[in-house]
């Protein structure tokens, strides 16, 4: 096989960070580096620098080969729009043109896509979705995010939001979510913030001795929380089988409506382990019909936590059409 002398610039925007790399068609990362997404009011001058800190990079790789596009996963982007609306975690207000703007800035072809479909095209090109075309993508950190694939496909839906998961109602007038406003979604339960809010609601409704309540307030995280785990307080295994028991429960209901073949999870939720998998496999049998019990595999992802996203945001890259058409002639 003729290895593609092409490479794709892949990046990833967070509330605080973005994230950007080189990759090869290999998903080798071969040359990355940070800049602050926070410190910009605007999307220009954010793209300006993002250029001034890209532009050695494409130029190293130009004369080894073709940097042939940039692949971008953002919250709340519209795949097919190429514009992030009304993103909650960032500082730009209201609708950024943001594929237009990197293309006019770079003179590359650029796609972007929601930062959790990303990670699920990740996974499926490099990752422990390799060979799947039906599956479920959970991204389980800070907040929630999804990515759902059938028959081979991200599913977008009509207008590019399809696979909002986090977002669906798992306890009617649960908990009020801290940026929607929505009562009892999936999010604010299985994130870590989830994970940590219910470690306070427990510590606030019970008298019962935990190690958690020798912690400062703002020192509560799911991290702290799986240390106190581990060591046998009964409380904080609670917050994990409790949080597993939800997100059993929500994947029953998300066995039903696609029926994968795989649930990946990603995120630092995850590192946990049984303490919450367990619960979660376990519920999630009891709450499907017969014909889907024991179908479904709870698969950990296999990509290394710092570089999915920039892996993710570049597939998007070979799925170009022009991309397409030198894959095959490979």
């Known amino acids: 096989m003729t290895v593609s002398p092409n490479f794709a610039i892949g990046i990833d925007i967070g509330g605080t960070n973005s994230e950007y790399g080189i990759v090869n068609h290999r998903g080798e990362i071969l040359m990355k580096g940070r800049i602050r997404t926070d410190g910009y009011d605007t999307v220009e001058p954010y793209i300006d620098e993002l250029y001034e800190n890209l532009s050695p990079i494409i130029n190293t790789y130009h004369n080894q080969g073709n940097v042939v596009g940039i692949g971008v996963g953002a919250p709340n982007a519209n795949f097919y729009k190429g514009i992030i609306e009304y993103a909650p975690n960032l500082r730009w207000k209201g609708v950024v043109h943001l594929s237009k703007l990197i293309s006019e800035k770079f003179d590359l072809p650029c796609l972007i896509t929601n930062d959790a479909n990303a990670a699920a095209m990740g996974e499926m090109i490099y990752g422990a979705a390799r060979g799947l075309k039906d ?5 389980l ?79 509560i995280d799911s991290k702290s929380i799986y240390e106190c785990a581990i060591l046998g307080d009964g409380m904080a295994i609670e917050v994990f089988r409790f949080t597993g028991q939800i997100l059993g429960e929500a994947m029953a209901n998300f066995v039903m409506a696609t029926s994968p073949e795989a649930i990946i999870l990603f995120g630092g939720v995850i590192k946990a382990g049984d303490l919450f998998l367990q619960p979660a496999r376990e519920h999630l049998e009891l709450n499907v019909l017969p014909m889907y019990k024991n179908k479904v595999k709870i698969i950990f992802s296999e990509l290394n936590e710092a570089d999915a996203a920039i892996l993710g945001a570049s597939t998007l890259v070979w799925d170009m059409p022009h991309m397409k058409k030198v894959s095959a002639s490979l």
């Open 141 to 219: 950190g800070t907040g929630m995010g999804s990515g759902i694939v059938c028959n081979g496909q991200l599913v977008y839906g009509l207008d590019g939001y399809a696979g909002e998961l986090g977002h669906t109602i798992i306890i009617r007038n649960g908990r009020k979510h801290w940026k929607t406003d929505l009562r009892g979604s999936l999010e604010s339960y299985v994130s870590a913030t989830g994970v940590k809010l219910t470690a306070i609601e427990m510590l606030q409704n019970s008298n019962e001795p935990s190690s958690m309540r020798n912690l400062e307030l703002n020192e």
């Open 135 to 139: 599956f479920v993508m959970l991204t």
